[in-house]
């Protein structure tokens, strides 16, 4: 997927947590690695042998414990947002989301209605004819979009009507499976308006590469 670079700007409040554990992790990484290759360097350059060095027992519970103490200090965040993304926040809205070989079909926020339609690839020949900067999009521009209001708290059902996809939007951080016969649920939140892009994540056949997502928040 051409268009990504290592972050997009953060467009929800997902993908915001998910960049602050991220930057939280490696800064322990990066201590580790520091550390370690000080010592690397220190034991390279002495030309003496350190005995107290390797038969230490201080230094044997000191590098026992440290490292257990840095996997707690990363295990409780990431369970605790593990979990907070799993929260149902009391959505606002609806949206359904079906995977078919190979578009998407959208059902409306009123369930009642039934109000459905499909998302296709919009072929080369014809982003050619509509603007040469839409190029830029190839493979990601769609017919029709998904319209989900920003600031809202957005609850998204996916299932499929074939074989497994998966919804996946890498801006907003959003990625759930669709499966035949089973309804898989996600909420989001996107906080400002834009137009959002994304790719089925999920090997479904020879029509992979051509089913992209394009969401715009009004």
């Given at each position: 997927m051409h268009y990504y670079n290592i972050f997009l700007n953060s467009s929800s409040i997902t993908i915001s947590v998910m960049e602050e554990f991220h930057d939280y992790t490696n800064l322990f990484l990066s201590m580790i690695i520091t550390f370690i290759l000080m010592i690397i360097v220190k034991l390279t350059m002495s030309k003496f042998t350190n005995y107290n060095f390797k038969?230490?027992?201080?230094?044997?519970?000191?590098?026992?414990?440290?490292?257990?103490?840095?996997?707690?200090?990363?295990?409780?965040?990431?369970?605790?947002?593990?979990?907070?993304?799993?929260?149902?926040?009391?959505?606002?809205?609806?949206?359904?989301v079906f995977g078919a070989q190979w578009y998407w079909i959208y059902e409306n926020f009123d369930s009642i209605s039934g109000n459905s339609y499909s998302s296709y690839m919009v072929p080369d020949n014809e982003l050619l004819k509509d603007n040469l900067s839409n190029?830029?999009?190839?493979?990601?521009?769609?017919?029709?979009?998904?319209?989900?209001?920003?600031?809202?708290?957005?609850?998204?059902?996916?299932?499929?009507?074939?074989?497994?996809?998966?919804?996946?939007?890498?801006?907003?951080?959003?990625?759930?499976?669709?499966?035949?016969?089973?309804?898989?649920?996600?909420?989001?939140?996107?906080?400002?308006?834009?137009?959002?892009?994304?790719?089925?994540?999920?090997?479904?056949?020879?029509?992979?590469?051509?089913?992209?997502?394009?969401?715009?928040?009004?």
């Amino acid at each position: 997927m051409h268009y990504y670079n290592i972050f997009l700007n953060s467009s929800s409040i997902t993908i915001s947590v998910m960049e602050e554990f991220h930057d939280y992790t490696n800064l322990f990484l990066s201590m580790i690695i520091t550390f370690i290759l000080m010592i690397i360097v220190k034991l390279t350059m002495s030309k003496f042998t350190n005995y107290n060095f390797k038969e230490n027992t201080n230094l044997e519970i000191i590098w026992t414990i440290l490292p257990m103490l840095i996997l707690c200090l990363i295990a409780y965040p990431s369970l605790y947002y593990l979990y907070l993304f799993d929260l149902n926040m009391n959505p606002t809205i609806s949206v359904k989301v079906f995977g078919a070989q190979w578009y998407w079909i959208y059902e409306n926020f009123d369930s009642i209605s039934g109000n459905s339609y499909s998302s296709y690839m919009v072929p080369d020949n014809e982003l050619l004819k509509d603007n040469l900067s839409n190029l830029g999009w190839r493979l990601l521009m769609t017919d029709t979009r998904l319209i989900v209001p920003f600031g809202t708290e957005v609850q998204c059902l996916t299932t499929s009507l074939d074989v497994i996809h998966s919804f996946s939007i890498p801006e907003l951080g959003i990625k759930v499976d669709a499966i035949p016969g089973r309804l898989n649920s996600v909420n989001f939140k996107v906080t400002k308006p834009g137009l959002y892009y994304g790719q089925c994540a999920e090997i479904c056949g020879t029509g992979h590469s051509f089913m992209p997502i394009c969401m715009e928040a009004i």
